[in-house]
Nanobody, 115 residues
Framework: QVQLVESGGGSVQAGGSLRLSCAAHKSIFSIFAMGWYRQAPGKQRELVAV???????NYADSVKGRFTISRDNAKNTVYLQMNSLKPEDTAVYYCHALIGTLNYWGQGTQVTVSS
């Protein structure tokens, strides 16, 4: 069992920045991949960014060049640095961990970007 606790959400104006953090209550050395998903009202949950255990990263096209995902294994934490935020980035952001075939989710943190 892996507990994921997100923090760092909030409200910001367009063009601003936020950094999300996801603390795993387990060593993330053994976690195959960790990432961030988001879900806007009336829309399906979508992948934002993922980082694998070998530090390979992948991003949704809509956030490439603006968002950066990173992991700190010593702190068992994954970060999502979000720059140049747009109103369409408004959503609940969820931390995700994939261990083998098991999926774990955080409780979600709201990000609101006003124009």
């Amino acid at each position: 069992q892996v507990q994921l606790v997100e923090s760092g959400g909030g409200s910001v104006q367009a063009g601003g920045s936020l950094r999300l953090s996801c603390a795993a209550h387990k060593s993330i050395f053994s976690i195959f991949a960790m990432g961030w998903y988001r879900q806007a009202p009336g829309k399906q949950r979508e992948l934002v960014a993922v980082v694998a255990s070998d530090d390979t990263t992948n991003y949704a096209d809509s956030v490439k060049g603006r968002f950066t995902i990173s992991r700190d294994n010593a702190k068992n934490t994954v970060y999502l640095q979000m720059n140049s935020l747009k109103p369409e980035d408004t959503a609940v952001y969820y931390c995700h961990a994939l261990i083998g075939t098991l999926n774990y989710w955080g409780q979600g943190t709201q990000v609101t970007v006003s124009s």
